[in-house]
C-alpha cells in the first residue's frame, strides 16, 4: 500500500471524524437532555451510554467504511442479561469497536481516554471506570452496581493494546469482580486493525475488523475457579480463537 494513499485516506477520515463528532454528538446530547427530565437517572444514563454507542457504531459503519470493513460475529445471547465482557486489546480504535454491541455497556479503561479532549469528558460523564484510579473495593462496588441494574462490563485485561502480537497476559482484578456478581462472562477477540493505527501513529492502513463474540460462560462453569485460573482460562480461550481467526483472515 502507498505511503501516500494512506496518508490520503487517513487525512480524509480524520477530517471527517471532526466534523461528525462537532455535528452529531451535541445532536444526540440534545435528544437525551431532552427527556431527562421525563425518566429516572438511571434510565437518562442508559440513554446517555446508548448515544455514546450510537456515536461509536457511525464512526466504525459507516465513517471508517472506506478503510477499515468492518465484521461483527456473535453467538446466540439473551441480549437483556448484564455480562462482562473480556476482550483482546488490539489498536487505540478498539474501544469504538464496542458500539457494535447491542446491549448497553461501561467500559474499564486506563487513564489516557480520559485525558483525549470530547471523548474524555462523555466517558466521565457516561461512568465508565478508570482502573488505575480506583480501589479494588470500590471497582468492585461500581462494577456491581452497573450489573444489577442490567449494564453490561466491556473490559480490555491486558492493560495496553498489543498491536497484534501475541497477546500479553491478564490482569486479575475483573475476574475476581466477575467471581462475585455470578454473572456470565463473554469472551470477545478482536483482529485486523493492529494498523489501523499501528502503536505510535495516526496512520490509517486499510484492514479488515473482525469482532466475534463467543458462547458466555456461565457463572457455574467457573464459580469453583480461583481468579488467577479463571483469568487463564479466558485468556486460553481468546487467544486460541485470535489465532483462528487470524490464519482465516
Known amino acids: 500500500m502507498k505511503r501516500g494513499y494512506v496518508i490520503l485516506l487517513s487525512v480524509l477520515f480524520y477530517l471527517v ?13 440534545l435528544g437525551v437532555a431532552v427527556g431527562a427530565p421525563f425518566v429516572s437517572h438511571q434510565e437518562n444514563m442508559r440513554r ?15 465513517l471508517a467504511r472506506p478503510i477499515a470493513h468492518v465484521v461483527y460475529e456473535a453467538a446466540p445471547r439473551t441480549i437483556e442479561n448484564a455480562k462482562i465482557f473480556i476482550s483482546n486489546h488490539v489498536a ?9 454491541l447491542p446491549e448497553p455497556t461501561v467500559q474499564v479503561v486506563n487513564i489516557w481516554p480520559f485525558k483525549l479532549p470530547v ?41 495496553t493494546r498489543g498491536g497484534g ?19 456470565p462472562i463473554m469472551p470477545m477477540c478482536i483482529t485486523g486493525n493492529a494498523h489501523t493505527p499501528a502503536r505510535g501513529t495516526l496512520l490509517l492502513e486499510p484492514a479488515t475488523v473482525r469482532v466475534r463474540c463467543l458462547s458466555a460462560l456461565p457463572w457455574a462453569s467457573y464459580r469453583d475457579m480461583t481468579p488467577f485460573h479463571l483469568k487463564n482460562h ?11 481467526m487470524g490464519k482465516l483472515s
Open 234 to 244: 479466558v485468556h486460553e480461550i481468546i487467544s486460541k480463537e485470535v489465532d483462528r
Open 165 to 183: 502480537a501475541a497477546m500479553g497476559p491478564f490482569h486479575g482484578a475483573l475476574f475476581r469482580v466477575a467471581l462475585a456478581a455470578r454473572v
Open 119 to 159: 471523548w474524555g469528558v462523555f466517558a466521565r460523564w457516561a461512568g465508565y471506570l478508570n482502573i488505575r484510579a480506583m480501589e479494588h473495593d470500590a471497582f468492585q462496588f461500581a462494577v456491581m452496581r452497573l450489573l444489577s441494574e442490567g449494564t453490561s462490563i466491556v473490559a480490555f485485561p491486558e492493560g
Open 92 to 100: 487505540s480504535s478498539d474501544p469504538f469497536l464496542i458500539g457494535l
Open 17 to 29: 471524524l471532526a466534523l461528525y463528532t462537532g455535528v452529531v454528538i451535541p445532536l444526540l446530547a
Open 48 to 62: 446517555f451510554r446508548r448515544m455514546i454507542a450510537v456515536y461509536g457504531y457511525g464512526v466504525v459503519k459507516i
